[in-house]
């Protein structure tokens, strides 16, 4: 059974860094993509970049291209969606997609002072 | 980039009755494989979104057969020939044919 488990919620202030994570199982991970999905409060799903596990190869939405990062260790079936320096408007739900047919449970990020 | 756009934006629909939702990209969706690739998705309050169909017209495992999709190049169609209460949601198209992939703005469905 394909299964993407989200860290947990985050409550963060704006300029501090996050790094969240989502473990994959059930598949042969190096060679899905797997990417991560934006979803504002009240409002709809925006593609935020995708990477392939096996290469590393990654790609950005252009709203999102130099806001985040996105990397992936294959060793131990993990993606992951960082931020440097977090705004109140990256306060959302995040969700990994693996490709598009198998979602993670979303992680909660809220950036607030 | 591939726009997507859908209609309506908000659909109340009467149990048993049929509904359809409207799809439309701003280029193509032909990929040079010749596959189409329009996804659509079911987003229940409070849950991540569920893939319903694939490739335009492919039901995903589990999805009732109530639920279909067709189209072609830029204008495609989600249908529920039927109505139920559990199919209250948000629906999204998608395009994966080329980078970003992208979603349409949603359709909100509920019941009359």
């Known amino acids: 059974e394909v299964r993407l488990l989200q860290s947990g919620a985050e409550v963060k202030k704006p300029g501090e860094s996050l790094k969240i994570s989502c473990e994959a199982s059930g598949y042969n991970f190096p060679n899905y993509w797997i990417g991560w999905v934006r979803q504002m409060p009240g409002k709809g799903l925006e593609w935020m970049g995708i990477i392939y596990p096996d290469d590393s190869n990654t790609r950005y939405s252009p709203s999102f291209q130099g806001q985040v990062t996105i990397s992936a260790d294959k060793s131990i079936n993990t993606a992951y969606l960082r931020w440097s320096s977090l705004k109140a408007s990256d306060t959302a739900m995040y969700y990994c997609v693996r490709k598009s047919d198998y979602w993670g449970q979303g992680t909660l990020v809220i950036v607030s002072s | 980039d591939v726009v997507m756009t859908q209609s309506p934006l908000s659909l109340p629909v009467t149990l048993g009755q049929p509904a359809s939702i409207s799809c439309r990209s701003s280029q193509s969706l032909v990929n040079s494989d010749g596959n189409t690739y329009l996804n659509w998705f079911q987003q229940k309050p409070g849950q991540s979104p569920r893939r319903l169909i694939y490739?335009?017209?492919n039901r995903d495992s589990g999805v009732p057969d109530r639920f279909s999709g067709s189209g072609s190049g830029t204008d495609f169609t989600l249908k529920i020939s039927r109505v139920e209460a559990e199919d209250v949601g948000v629906y999204y198209c998608m395009q994966a044919t080329q980078w970003p992939a992208a979603f349409g703005p949603g359709t909100k469905v509920d019941i009359k």
């Open positions: 490739k335009v017209s």
